[in-house]
Nanobody, 119 residues
């Protein structure tokens, strides 16, 4: 089970830190990451991190967002700085058995946490 937290409302230029806690059976995964979906738009990848720590970011968040994980706490994080109104959306945590550079890598999804950025 993946449970996100940390979403909320913030003004443009502000910061938020999302967390994704894994509970229950701790299955082996090679990739964890974040996706988001804005109203009326398709879900898009935001950031991901492989089991060896390699990270990837969507072009729109590079330099502003940082993905990290704490294996001891079974928790994934997304530090979001310099937030923009276009970052508004539902943010979902995902985990997968495949590596992050594999198409359709997620096997498991969280329920999502809402992020709203006002101008």
């Amino acid at each position: 089970q993946l449970v996100e937290s940390g979403g909320g409302s913030v003004q443009a230029g502000g910061s938020l830190r999302l967390s994704c806690a894994r509970s229950g059976y701790t299955y082996s995964t090679h990739c964890m990451g974040w996706f988001r979906q804005a109203p009326g738009k398709e879900r898009e990848g935001v950031a991901s991190i492989d089991s060896d720590g390699a990270t990837t970011y969507g072009d729109s968040v590079k330099g502003r967002f940082t993905v990290s994980k704490d294996n001891a706490k079974n928790t994934l994080y997304l530090q979001m700085d310099s937030l923009k109104p276009e970052d508004t959306g539902m943010y979902y945590c995902a985990a997968g058995h495949k590596y992050c550079d594999t198409d359709n890598w997620p096997n498991y999804w969280g329920q999502g946490t809402q992020v709203s950025v006002s101008s």
